[in-house]
């Protein structure tokens, strides 16, 4: 069953003089099955209020302007504009259908409902011209309003649709069944996965000899008549355990070999390739540091200058194992060499 979505109407108008009105709907929109949101609990005499009022147009579904003739209270550190025409713009500027409703002119009005100050009278004719420059509805009388508001809103549902307010225990059970078959689904690629990684003894990733192989294809300007592959074997151990910054890397390329001059081409490729990282430090210095997948690249391509005598593999991260000396014999003893790993 698809779940029942409630939507907030802020209802906007004079007050006094549009008590009635205001009520008339305030009903039709609690018979429809909605939520009216009426600016009666607050005073709009200061700017926290208005904080509120903003905040409550803001999380509003649709904004609904009753309009008749009164201006209303003005603002005089605002050029003397009305709550109700500020509270009407700003639903304007941020995008909330609004549902607009004007007293008829030949409606028959109370005179003590009408605006007796020259300047509101002013200020009134503009902002119905405002009003009535957009698509507006005309009314004579509460009846009336009542009729043509529950046609203009079931309207603007489908014209303007809005998210709305759905109960939580019905957005839950309306996706139960996809979210149990998309983790379903999940699981039985991760189990899948599960199984691949079990066949690479050392954790690496399907992709990772492939993307070695790449680095090997690749000429690197840094070191001439050098692959790519080579440079990060020895780019990603000087970085493996701290991030280094251009002039480190700079004088140290010099100190490895005094032919190489660096170049931020190579360095460019291994960030699109995902294995290093960029980024300006504490100090504001612009230093590299591997990636995880890097670490992983730079552990693979020195496996074979970190065998032991077991046959075992050891990590960068990892210490050297130590073996013990062959028992003398009466014979002389051949040196044993444990391999150590390139000094970087």
């Avoid at 759905?166 to 991760?190: C, F, G, T």
């Avoid at 066949?199 to 492939?210: A, H, S």
């Avoid at 000087?238 to 490895?256: A, C, G, P, Q, W």
């Amino acid at each position: 069953m698809a779940a029942r979505t409630k939507y907030q109407i802020f209802i906007s108008s004079t007050y006094e003089d549009l008590k009635d009105e205001r009520q008339e709907i305030v009903l039709a929109c609690l018979e429809m099955g909605h939520i009216p949101i009426g600016m009666e609990m607050f005073s709009a005499a200061n700017s926290a209020q208005w904080q509120v009022i903003k905040r409550t147009i803001d999380e509003c579904d649709y904004y609904v302007l009753l309009l008749a003739d009164r201006y209303g209270s003005t603002i005089p550190e605002e050029d003397g504009i009305s709550y109700t025409e500020k509270e009407y713009d700003y639903a304007v500027r941020i995008g909330v259908p609004v549902l607009a409703f004007v007293l008829d002119r030949s409606a028959s009005w109370p005179g003590d409902r009408r605006e007796i100050d020259p300047a509101k009278v002013a200020r009134l004719g503009k902002f119905k011209a405002k009003v009535q420059s957009r698509l507006v509805s005309f009314w004579k009388n509460q009846e009336e309003l009542r009729g043509r508001f529950a046609i203009a809103l079931t309207k603007a549902f489908a014209d303007s649709p809005r998210p709305g307010w759905v109960p939580a225990s019905e957005v839950a059970s309306a996706h139960v069944s996809e979210e149990i078959a998309r983790l379903s689904q999940e699981n039985e690629k991760l189990r899948q996965l599960a199984n691949e990684q079990r066949t690479n003894i050392y954790g690496d990733p399907p992709e990772l000899q492939g993307l070695i192989d790449r680095l090997r294809s690749i000429q690197s300007v840094t070191m001439e008549s050098q692959s790519l592959a080579t440079f990060f074997d020895w780019f990603g151990a000087y970085i493996f355990s701290k991030e280094r910054d251009l002039s480190e890397i700079t004088n140290e390329v010099h100190l490895f070999d005094e032919r190489y001059n660096f170049s931020g081409a190579d360095t460019e490729k291994l960030i699109a390739f995902g294995l290093v990282d960029i980024h300006t430090n504490a100090r504001g210095e612009i230093v590299y540091s591997l990636t995880s997948l890097g670490k992983q690249a730079v552990r693979k391509l020195k496996r074979d200058l970190y065998i032991s005598p077991t046959g075992e593999w050891v990590g960068l991260d990892e210490p050297v194992p130590t073996f013990p000396s062959p028992a003398p014999s009466p014979s002389p003893p051949r040196q044993s060499h444990t391999p150590s790993p390139p000094s970087s």
